[in-house]
């Protein structure tokens, strides 16, 4: 059971177009919820995250859009370039899991590779 | 060093072997993480440590183990690897909840 389902798997924009990921998740639990990006033979890497007690986040040309009643949550890149060709990942934090250290085991969605074409 | 360093960067395996993926990270950080990335899949927890002393089984235990007899290493065992067990595996690592995650670059392992 995929507690965090994440689409499209695959995403081809053209450069300065908007590059939109989505993900849904199941347990209303879940309080925090990152996006990693990821290069190709490199570890995933910390992009933006978002608590759900606030709708959206901006990074720069990055933003993460948050809908608590329907359990979704985006990724949205403004002016995409050919750098930002990558996986990303979309993730949801257990606080069930955080033990004496107060940190959390991360879910992740299936990710979605992004291509843009210059 | 800083960060997270993994060890070997790629290895291929006869089935049955016994292997163990090395992952040490300078940080002081409490929390450390194993993970498997398959296409398509995304990245599953296989084990986790919330600090040194502890484990706990992710979602895709099963064939695995791991100690955390320090702070800074997290060492990840096949006892006897399978096929299915092909895969790139990533160590991380968190010093508190709602900070960030950082992932060492991964081994790629492949059982034949």
């Known amino acids: 059971q995929q507690q965090v389902k994440q689409s499209p798997q695959s995403l081809i924009v053209q450069k300065g177009g908007i590059s939109i990921i989505n993900c849904a998740y199941e347990n209303t639990a879940f309080d925090y919820f990152p996006w990693y990006q990821q290069f190709p033979g490199k570890g995933p890497a910390l992009l933006i995250a978002?608590?759900?007690?606030?709708s959206e986040k901006k990074e720069g040309r990055f933003t993460i859009s948050f809908n608590k009643s329907a359990k979704q949550f985006s990724l949205h890149i403004m002016d995409s370039q050919p750098g930002d060709s990558a996986t990303y990942f979309c993730a949801a934090r257990d606080p069930r899991s955080r033990g004496s250290s107060n940190t959390g085991k991360l879910i992740f969605g299936q990710g979605t590779t992004l291509q843009v074409k210059p | 060093i800083a960060g997270i360093t993994q060890a070997p960067t790629s290895q291929i395996l006869a089935a049955g072997r016994r292997m163990t993926l090395r992952c040490t990270q300078d940080m002081r950080h409490n929390a450390m993480y194993w993970y498997r990335q398959d296409l398509g899949l995304g990245l599953r927890l296989i084990h986790y440590?919330?600090?040194?002393?502890?484990?706990g089984k992710g979602e895709v235990p099963d064939g695995y183990s791991v100690s955390r007899a320090n702070t800074d290493d997290f060492p990840l065992t096949l006892a006897s690897a399978v096929p299915s067990q092909t895969s790139v595996y990533f160590c991380a690592s968190i010093a508190s909840s709602y900070n960030e995650q950082f992932f060492g670059p991964g081994t790629r392992l492949t059982v034949l």
């Open positions: 440590s919330n600090t040194a002393g502890t484990t």
């Open positions: 978002i608590r759900p007690d606030v």
